[in-house]
Every structure is written in structure tokens, then in C-alpha cells.
């Protein structure tokens, strides 16, 4: 971490006026056919907008989607994005996995027609405080803790964006809960523009997405739109053990709202604690966030991996915001068992431990999955080249992996940036990668899928891959 952390002043700011609410009789195009376009094609017809849905995709390939809204008054765009349809419309929203850097829409903004995303736009309709969790890794268990917790303390709460389900959908179903707690990932904020969580929880940097953005710096910057309307009122909790992060908090304009920092250092217990913020000693997280501190207890913790008392932490201090109360909060501390596809223990063969890390889709989250292990790791990797670079990851496969398994798109790079720190083999299909991966492994071994990849090479979702890998595993005798 640098010398020091960044402390926050409280300049006042005012929260711009928002024009897309008003979407009755005007021709708004959703871009994108996934779980978000569905559901974003819902909310319009009933708010009555001429609805047109495009898609790269063929009718063929989005079947399950179009069954789904095939009873609503919808035109339909398929088989790529007809420009002359994009100048027609009053309003055009993008699903997440659509890159606004398109040529198209390029087009289309140069004609002036106004392009947002999914969060942009639902969050418009929503009065209730949002919670809004970014980050490279960890997002989607620290967004869990914190719903646990306050669901313990008898609050109210949703959860979706990035997580599970879309926030439109918080909207169309006129659910009123205490706070909303919106996941959000890079490519959702790409197109925010008067998005104002009360709570901004960032959880670190690692590099990732490189198929989509230029550069690390360029994912940074998408990142860094969170803190684009932070006021007084604003709380950001961040990583101090991120230097990537603190350096975030140097930007005046995150320093117009309150910080609390997390750590796992306990040189940074002083400043930590005379500013606000959680720190990790030994089995105790001590945590101010107001005049008391507060003590909260992880010797029974069931989650593996020192990073999860990272994602405790972060939800600790956005909680009691909140509401959350200690003994809720403990009571989570002590039970949560931790999110399926991450660094999941799936099952012992043969005096043989198998791990399910199917959602660590990039390089730092790899690190993380082998930091919770002391050696014997017959390491799985392998999936959708993301541009990535592997080599951060030598050091710890020097010293922890038995054998590298390498499948999927991305196996020859990863092979070339790793493939010399450990025994190696390129396999041809992930059925035969989890097989070599148990003949290679003895008593006391550990066999982790931990990819480092996007899925979409072979599968549909991480969720898929992971899922399929337990099968596997359980079919073996």
C-alpha cells in the first residue's frame, strides 16, 4: 500500500437531473437479448414505450429469449443492428455484454440519439439508499454477506444487477426493501452517468477483461465511473491492501463523501482506526464506524481463503450503515458456507480433495484460489483467451502446483507465459483435463479447477463449467 491513506473531505455536490424516465409513446431500442434484455424489454411495454429489440444473434440462436416475450408488442432487429432503425429511435439501452465502442452506436451518438446501459437507466426509477459492490474479484460474495446480514437484523433487502438478477427487475416487480444492493461490473458502468449509490463498496484491481478493453488503464477508467457522483452523503469502502484502489482515492471527487478502509495489515490498524474501517488480526476483525469500535470474531469462519475476510469486512462496514447489528452480523460470520464456484469443496477421492473455482475468470482471482493452499495443487486451467497475462502466476506455481493441466482456447498462452514452472500438459477437451488432472494426483493432493478464462470457449457460463466439473468428480470411484 502506499505511505498513506487517503482521508476524505466533505465538499457538497448536487445530484444532476435525469431524462430517461419518460419513455411512454417514444421508440426505445434495447440492444442485446440476454437475461437483461429480456427483462428490460418487459419494463418498457408496460411503461408503455414502442419497444424494438436488436441482436446480433439469429432467431434460432435466441429461441429461449424470444419465447419469453413473444406475447408482447415488440419489432425485433435479429441478425445484427440495421443503423437506419438505430437514428429512428428516441432512446437506445444497452445490455452489459454489448460493447458501447461499437462502430454503430458510435454512429448513432454522432446523430444524436442517446445510448445508456441497463444500471444507468434502472437506477433512475429507484428511491431506496443503493449499494453498489465493484471490483475485479470477490463482488459477488461481499454483495451475499451484506444481504445476510442485514436479512439477520430483520432489514429488508435485494440483491441483483451483476448478481443474478437484473436491476430492472427490482423496478418492474414494485419491491420496496430498506436498500438495494446492485453488483456491478465494468461493462455495467461504462455508460453511467448520474448513477449515485449512498454506499460504494470497491474491492480491488487485478487485470481483466483485456478482449474488451485496450488496456488496464481503460478498464480502470470504466471502474472508476462508480465514484462519478459522490457527494457528502456518500460512504466509499475500499481496499487499503490494494494499492490500485487507494490510488482511486486520491480523485477529489471520491473524497467528497466519507471513506472507510479494510486491511489485513496490522501496521494500518492506527490510521484505520482513527479514520474508520475494519482491520484483520489474527482471528478478530476490529471495526470502527463510529465513536466505539467493535470487535467481531472469524475463528469459525466456514469460507476458505484469507481473501474472504477481505469480502467480511466490506460487508461489515457498508452494513452497519444500514442497520445491520453485531450479533447479526457474527451470526453470518460464523455460518455462511460461502458461494458455489468459489474455491467450492466439492468432494474427497481417493484420499484426494477436489475444488470448484469455476467463477475465477482471470489472473488475480487464480492467485487468490492457490493462496488458500500450502503445496500438492494439481491446477486446472484454461478457457476463452482474454488477452490476459499469465505470468504474475510463476512464482506461486513454482511453489504450489504439482501439475499444470491446460485446456480450452487460451492453453497455448497460458503454456507459454507459465508452462515452464511446473509438470504440464496441454489437453484437447475438459473431459479428459479433469481425468489427467485425478491420474496425476496421490493421497493428500488437492485438484483445483481455478481457470483463469472465460468459459464461453466451451460452455455457456462459469456456472456451467463449474457444475459440469462436479459431475465429473462425482462420477469417479
Same mark, same amino acid.
Request: charged share 25%; with cysteine; proline share 3%.
Given at each position: *500500500?502506499?505511505?498513506?491513506?487517503?482521508?476524505?473531505?466533505?465538499?457538497?455536490? #448536487?445530484?444532476?437531473?435525469?431524462?430517461?424516465?419518460?419513455?411512454?409513446?417514444?421508440?426505445?431500442?434495447?440492444?442485446?437479448?440476454?437475461?437483461?434484455?429480456?427483462?428490460?424489454?418487459?419494463?418498457?411495454?408496460?411503461? @408503455?414505450?414502442?419497444?424494438?429489440?436488436?441482436?446480433?444473434?439469429?432467431?434460432?440462436?435466441?429461441?429461449?429469449?424470444?419465447?419469453?416475450?413473444?406475447?408482447?408488442?415488440?419489432?425485433?432487429?435479429? @441478425?445484427?443492428?440495421?443503423?437506419?432503425?438505430?437514428?429512428?429511435?428516441?432512446?437506445?439501452?444497452?445490455?452489459?455484454?454489448?460493447?458501447?465502442?461499437?462502430?454503430?452506436?458510435?454512429?448513432?451518438?454522432?446523430?444524436?440519439?442517446?445510448?445508456?446501459?441497463?444500471?444507468?437507466?434502472?437506477?433512475?426509477?429507484?428511491?431506496?439508499?443503493?449499494?453498489?459492490?465493484?471490483?475485479?474479484?470477490?463482488?459477488?460474495?461481499?454483495?451475499?454477506?451484506?444481504?445476510?446480514?442485514?436479512?439477520?437484523?430483520?432489514?429488508?433487502?435485494?440483491?441483483?444487477?451483476? $448478481?443474478?438478477?437484473?436491476?430492472?427487475?427490482?423496478?418492474?416487480?414494485?419491491?420496496?426493501?430498506?436498500?438495494?444492493?446492485?453488483?456491478?461490473?465494468?461493462?455495467?458502468?461504462?455508460?453511467?452517468?448520474?448513477?449515485?449509490?449512498?454506499?460504494?463498496?470497491?474491492?480491488?484491481?487485478?487485470?481483466?477483461?483485456? %478482449?474488451?478493453?485496450?488496456?488496464?488503464?481503460?478498464?480502470?477508467?470504466?471502474?472508476? =465511473?462508480?465514484?462519478?457522483?459522490?457527494?457528502?452523503? !456518500?460512504?466509499?469502502?475500499?481496499?487499503?491492501?490494494?494499492?490500485?484502489?487507494?490510488?482511486?482515492?486520491?480523485?477529489?471527487?471520491?473524497?467528497?463523501?466519507?471513506?472507510? $478502509?479494510?486491511?489485513?495489515?496490522?501496521?494500518?490498524?492506527?490510521?484505520? *482506526?482513527?479514520? @474508520?474501517?475494519?482491520?484483520?488480526?489474527?482471528?478478530?476483525?476490529?471495526? =470502527?464506524?463510529?465513536?466505539?469500535?467493535?470487535? $467481531?470474531? !472469524?475463528?469459525? /469462519?466456514? *469460507?476458505?481463503?484469507?481473501?474472504?475476510?477481505?469480502?467480511?469486512?466490506?460487508?461489515?462496514?457498508?452494513?452497519?450503515?444500514?442497520?445491520?447489528?453485531?450479533?447479526?452480523?457474527?451470526?453470518?460470520?460464523?455460518?455462511?458456507?460461502?458461494?458455489?464456484?468459489?474455491?467450492?469443496?466439492?468432494?474427497?477421492?481417493?484420499?484426494?480433495?477436489?475444488?470448484? %473455482?469455476?467463477?475465477?475468470?482471470?489472473?488475480?482471482?487464480?492467485?487468490?484460489?492457490?493462496?488458500?493452499?500450502?503445496?500438492?495443487?494439481?491446477?486446472?486451467?484454461?478457457?476463452?483467451?482474454?488477452?490476459? #497475462?499469465?505470468?504474475?502466476?510463476?512464482?506461486?506455481?513454482? *511453489?504450489?502446483?504439482?501439475?499444470?493441466?491446460?485446456? @480450452?482456447?487460451?492453453?497455448?498462452?497460458?503454456?507459454?507465459?507459465?508452462? %515452464?514452472?511446473?509438470?504440464?500438459?496441454?489437453?484437447?477437451?475438459?473431459?479428459?483435463?479433469?481425468? /489427467?488432472?485425478?491420474?496425476?494426483?496421490?493421497?493428500?493432493?488437492?485438484?483445483?479447477?481455478?481457470?483463469?478464462?472465460?468459459?464461453?470457449?466451451?460452455? #455457456?457460463?462459469?456456472?456451467?463449467?463449474?457444475?459440469?466439473?462436479?459431475?465429473?468428480?462425482?462420477?469417479?470411484?
Amino acid at each position: *500500500m502506499n505511505d498513506t491513506i487517503v482521508q476524505p473531505n466533505t465538499v457538497n455536490t #448536487d445530484t444532476r437531473t435525469n431524462e430517461l424516465k419518460n419513455v411512454e409513446g417514444k421508440k426505445v431500442m434495447v440492444i442485446g437479448l440476454s437475461k437483461t434484455g429480456v427483462a428490460m424489454a418487459k419494463f418498457l411495454v408496460e411503461k @408503455g414505450a414502442k419497444v424494438t429489440v436488436s441482436d446480433h444473434k439469429s432467431p434460432a440462436e435466441l429461441s429461449t429469449s424470444l419465447e419469453q416475450i413473444d406475447n408482447l408488442e415488440i419489432e425485433y432487429d435479429l @441478425g445484427g443492428h440495421t443503423p437506419k432503425l438505430l437514428l429512428e429511435q428516441d432512446l437506445i439501452i444497452l445490455s452489459p455484454g454489448v460493447s458501447p465502442e461499437l462502430k454503430v452506436f458510435e454512429y448513432a451518438r454522432k446523430n444524436g440519439k442517446k445510448v445508456t446501459g441497463d444500471i444507468e437507466f434502472a437506477s433512475q426509477f429507484i428511491e431506496e439508499p443503493i449499494i453498489a459492490v465493484t471490483g475485479t474479484n470477490g463482488k459477488s460474495t461481499a454483495c451475499k454477506l451484506a444481504e445476510l446480514m442485514l436479512l439477520e437484523s430483520g432489514k429488508k433487502v435485494w440483491l441483483g444487477g451483476n $448478481y443474478g438478477t437484473p436491476l430492472i427487475e427490482y423496478v418492474r416487480n414494485k419491491e420496496k426493501a430498506d436498500v438495494v444492493i446492485c453488483e456491478t461490473s465494468s461493462f455495467q458502468l461504462e455508460l453511467v452517468e448520474t448513477f449515485n449509490p449512498r454506499n460504494i463498496v470497491f474491492m480491488n484491481l487485478g487485470e481483466n477483461h483485456l %478482449d474488451r478493453y485496450r488496456s488496464m488503464d481503460e478498464y480502470i477508467s470504466a471502474k472508476r =465511473r462508480v465514484f462519478r457522483n459522490v457527494g457528502h452523503d !456518500t460512504t466509499s469502502v475500499l481496499n487499503a491492501d490494494d494499492n490500485r484502489v487507494v490510488d482511486l482515492a486520491r480523485d477529489p471527487v471520491v473524497q467528497r463523501g466519507r471513506i472507510f $478502509y479494510f486491511s489485513q495489515k496490522a501496521a494500518l490498524e492506527p490510521q484505520i *482506526m482513527n479514520i @474508520g474501517g475494519a482491520v484483520h488480526i489474527g482471528d478478530q476483525i476490529k471495526v =470502527r464506524v463510529g465513536p466505539e469500535i467493535e470487535f $467481531y470474531n !472469524t475463528k469459525n /469462519m466456514k *469460507m476458505k481463503g484469507k481473501h474472504q475476510v477481505q469480502n467480511v469486512m466490506s460487508a461489515i462496514l457498508t452494513t452497519r450503515d444500514f442497520g445491520a447489528t453485531p450479533e447479526g452480523i457474527q451470526r453470518v460470520i460464523d455460518s455462511f458456507p460461502g458461494l458455489s464456484h468459489r474455491i467450492e469443496y466439492v468432494r474427497k477421492v481417493g484420499g484426494v480433495l477436489f475444488y470448484n %473455482d469455476s467463477k475465477a475468470t482471470n489472473v488475480h482471482a487464480v492467485k487468490r484460489a492457490l493462496d488458500c493452499f500450502d503445496e500438492n495443487v494439481i491446477l486446472i486451467m484454461g478457457g476463452k483467451d482474454a488477452n490476459l #497475462d499469465f505470468s504474475d502466476l510463476r512464482d506461486i506455481i513454482r *511453489m504450489k502446483v504439482k501439475s499444470l493441466i491446460l485446456v @480450452g482456447e487460451a492453453k497455448e498462452k497460458i503454456n507459454r507465459d507459465v508452462g %515452464d514452472y511446473s509438470e504440464t500438459f496441454l489437453i484437447g477437451t475438459f473431459e479428459e483435463a479433469v481425468l /489427467m488432472a485425478y491420474q496425476k494426483s496421490r493421497i493428500g493432493d488437492i485438484v483445483l479447477l481455478s481457470p483463469g478464462c472465460p468459459s464461453f470457449d466451451t460452455f #455457456d457460463n462459469y456456472v456451467e463449467r463449474g457444475n459440469y466439473f462436479k459431475k465429473l468428480v462425482s462420477e469417479f470411484s
